[in-house]
């Protein structure tokens, strides 16, 4: 089996990645064949935290908190990234996968508290790393937790696990002729105004010189192929 091309690595997982074909929450198969993909790499040795949304059950800027304190909206968003995080870890428990949830707001009942030298212990010694609700404040995002909690640990790379399988010159479901870019600079991106991750988390990886690999959820195999260093997906670079 070919080597991992990094030792340490922040997978982004979108809340709505776990609905699957579902309008709303968390659909069975589709965490169970997520974890699957996780495991993978997980057991190829390669240090694994993962940052995981909200959207499948609140946003804080959706219909439904409109009229909403925002602050107040975003922390139940937050909280929803609570839920997902331990429905994540314990998905991955019943694979066989130790992982530890630890949650940016006090909820000690519930999760450890995110501290990060506990955190830097637990992926030396094997463990996954979910880092639950968010950056911890509200009017931020999940991306921007991303790139912060990736930031902190020292990992290689952001891998933004989406439904598309990359960045594209156009939008690939209206534009036919859109073709996807394997590679592209923070600079290029910029230039060409290309959505990437939003605007507080792209700005935050591209001063800390943190790759951001976007890549297809839905696609099988597409993780692992990131991992081991495969044209898979789009690498936004220095
Ligand atoms: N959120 C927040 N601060 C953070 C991260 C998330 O306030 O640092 C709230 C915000 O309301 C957001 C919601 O949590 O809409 C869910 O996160 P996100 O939209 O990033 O989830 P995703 O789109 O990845 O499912």
């Given at each position: 089996?070919?080597?991992?091309?990094?030792?340490?690595?922040l997978?982004?997982?979108?809340?709505?990645?776990?609905?699957?074909?579902?309008?709303?929450?968390?659909?069975?198969?589709?965490?169970?064949?997520?974890?699957?993909?996780?495991?993978?790499?997980?057991?190829?040795?390669?240090?694994l935290a993962i940052?995981?949304?909200?959207?499948?059950?609140?946003?804080?800027?959706?219909?439904?908190?409109?009229?909403?304190?925002?602050?107040?909206?975003?922390?139940?968003?937050?909280?929803?990234?609570?839920?997902?995080?331990?429905?994540?870890?314990?998905?991955?428990?019943?694979?066989?996968?130790?992982?530890?949830?630890?949650?940016?707001?006090?909820?000690?009942?519930?999760?450890?508290?995110?501290?990060?030298?506990?955190?830097?212990?637990?992926l030396?010694?094997?463990?996954?790393v979910?880092?639950?609700?968010?950056?911890?404040?509200?009017?931020?995002?999940?991306?921007?937790?991303?790139?912060?909690r990736?930031?902190?640990i020292?990992?290689?790379?952001?891998?933004?696990?989406?439904?598309?399988?990359?960045?594209?010159?156009?939008?690939?479901?209206?534009?036919?002729?859109?073709?996807?870019?394997?590679?592209?600079?923070?600079?290029?991106?910029?230039?060409?105004?290309?959505?990437?991750?939003?605007?507080?988390?792209?700005?935050?990886?591209?001063?800390?010189?943190?790759?951001?690999?976007?890549?297809?959820?839905?696609?099988?195999?597409?993780?692992?192929?990131?991992?081991?260093?495969?044209?898979?997906?789009?690498?936004?670079?220095?």
């Amino acid at each position: 089996m070919s080597n991992p091309a990094y030792k340490r690595v922040l997978l982004k997982l979108s809340g709505e990645a776990l609905m699957g074909d579902d309008a709303y929450g968390i659909n069975r198969a589709t965490i169970e064949r997520m974890v699957a993909d996780v495991a993978e790499v997980a057991r190829m040795g390669v240090e694994l935290a993962i940052v995981i949304g909200g959207g499948n059950i609140f946003r804080g800027v959706a219909p439904g908190a409109q009229g909403m304190d925002r602050a107040t909206a975003d922390y139940m968003g937050m909280l929803a990234t609570v839920m997902n995080s331990l429905a994540l870890a314990d998905a991955m428990r019943q694979v066989g996968i130790t992982a530890r949830v630890m949650s940016a707001i006090s909820i000690e009942q519930v999760v450890e508290p995110y501290v990060r030298p506990k955190a830097l212990q637990y992926l030396e010694e094997g463990k996954i790393v979910v880092f639950a609700a968010g950056t911890g404040n509200p009017f931020f995002t999940t991306d921007t937790a991303a790139a912060l909690r990736g930031s902190e640990i020292g990992a290689e790379i952001v891998l933004k696990a989406t439904k598309v399988d990359g960045v594209y010159t156009a939008d690939p479901n209206k534009d036919r002729n859109a073709v996807r870019y394997s590679t592209i600079t923070f600079d290029e991106a910029i230039a060409k105004h290309l959505q990437v991750m939003d605007a507080t988390a792209f700005a935050l990886c591209r001063d800390q010189k943190l790759p951001i690999k976007v890549f297809s959820i839905v696609k099988p195999g597409a993780l692992k192929n990131v991992i081991l260093g495969e044209d898979e997906g789009t690498l936004v670079h220095v």
